[in-house]
């Protein structure tokens, strides 16, 4: 029997007022999996566990004509629709299309179509199928991707990984390294050569030491073998952060990383990982960031604001200058190393009025709590200014 207490108690988890021992909150909608598109079905079969971000994932759609429906089989299936897909994630415009393989089932009018989430969030996926003899049909759904932290059970291997070629082991501070890296697919072991562009590059290179302390946004130039190479000098000894951000050939945006270590003497700027207060001021810009939540969500997808003004003048920076495609670019990385976020500005009507009033929003998704380093790089009179700031989500 409950006590008093336990009965008086309000419920937390959704502020029904109702006592927490007898509350039972309602689970939130899932996105529809099924559209009729004149005479035919499309079913959509979401894995029950869900679907979670940085693995490949095989999810089945069933294409069915009403008109025809057997007693016993149900409605009959249309083999042969020559399906398409196209992935997209509606708050991340800039992303590339991804453009997934399809293939047919062992029952006539299933598919399979092979999914690939790069982070969490709310992401649409479009059909095109087009039944003999029929004109084409188009339909979507709008799919909830699970954060990969969210997973419980083991995590499948993702398709794609980073690998750095004869990296020497006397690499020291100071000196020009050559970077040499290849890309390659997980399941078969071979270097991928395809890329699309992705912000004028085919490749992003962040390269951060393993305290967050020291930054670089680069892009190596791929070879003749697919291969991709950068000259570099590390400012100081230690272990650096190296992520790879790609779109191999209509596989949409990858984030894959490894670590080096350079021998040394250590970096001279601070180890402290503390919040940010007030503003930040770097090469006659004073940017403010100010999340749209507070506190900032975990697992959802939020918008994160930067407010920039004329250090001298005081007045909103309202001449930015597109950089690589996009008027800013946000990178962020959890403490630990693990979670990372590449994210750009909207490139609506409503996004271009506010970066000309010196605003500049992006969207983000926090997967987990603890501290995060954020660096915002703008170009302004034909150079680019990075500005950092440290948070913490609770």
Same mark, same amino acid.
């Given at each position: ?36 598109? $004149? ?39 249309? /083999? ?10 509606? %708050? ?5 299309? &991804? ?34 003899? #029929? ?21 499948? /291997?993702? /398709? ?46 962040? &390269? ?30 230690? *272990? ?7 779109? /191999? ?7 894959? %990383? ?5 021998? $040394? @003497?250590?970096?001279?700027? %601070? ?11 770097? *090469? ?8 749209? #939540? ?21 007045? @909103? ?52 709590? $603890? ?16 500005? @950092? ?6």
């Amino acid at each position: 029997m409950k006590s008093k207490s336990d009965l008086a108690k309000k419920c937390a988890v959704c502020k029904c007022g109702v006592a927490a021992s007898a509350c039972r909150p309602a689970k939130p909608a899932k996105p529809a999996t099924k559209a009729q598109v $004149g005479k035919y079905l499309v079913e959509l079969r979401v894995p029950e566990e869900g679907l979670f971000a940085g693995e490949q994932v095989d999810v089945e759609f069933r294409l069915s004509d009403t008109t025809h429906s057997d007693p016993i089989e149900g409605k009959r299936g249309v /083999p042969n629709a020559q399906p398409r897909a196209t992935v997209t994630m509606p %708050s991340m415009p800039g992303m590339p299309v &991804v453009r997934p393989k399809i293939h047919s089932e062992g029952v006539p009018g299933d598919y399979g179509v092979e999914l690939f989430f790069p982070h969490g969030g709310t992401f649409q996926v479009g059909l095109l199928l087009t039944p003999p003899g #029929e004109k084409p049909l188009r339909t979507s759904f709008s799919v909830n991707v699970n954060d990969a932290e969210a997973r419980r059970s083991i995590a499948k /291997p993702k /398709p794609y990984s980073v690998e750095m070629l004869d990296f020497p082991k006397d690499a020291r501070a100071g000196q020009p390294i050559d970077l040499h890296l290849e890309i390659k697919d997980t399941k078969t072991d071979q270097i991928v050569r395809d890329f699309d562009v992705a912000h004028t590059k085919l490749i992003h290179l962040i &390269v951060v030491s393993k305290d967050l302390g020291w930054f670089a946004h680069e892009h190596p130039e791929q070879q003749a073998d697919g291969s991709f190479r950068l000259p570099q000098t590390f400012p100081a000894g230690g *272990d650096y952060l190296v992520f790879a951000d790609v779109a /191999p050939k209509d596989k949409g945006s990858q984030v894959i %990383s490894t670590s080096v270590h350079v021998a $040394g @003497p250590g970096g001279n700027w %601070s180890k402290k990982l503390a919040p940010t207060t007030g503003k930040v001021a770097v *090469d006659g810009i004073v940017a403010e960031f100010q999340p749209t #939540e507070t506190p900032i969500p975990i697992g959802k997808t939020t918008v994160v604001s930067f407010h920039l003004r004329d250090e001298a003048t005081g007045q @909103p920076v309202n001449d930015l200058e597109p950089y690589l495609g996009a008027h800013g670019h946000l990178m962020i990385i959890h403490q630990d190393g693990q979670a990372f976020v590449h994210s750009h500005p909207a490139e609506d009507a409503a996004a271009a009025k506010l970066i000309r009033q010196g605003e500049v929003r992006f969207t983000a998704r926090f997967p987990k709590p $603890g501290i995060y380093k954020a660096w915002a790089q703008f170009q302004r009179h034909g150079k680019v200014v990075t500005l @950092p700031f440290v948070f913490e989500v609770k």
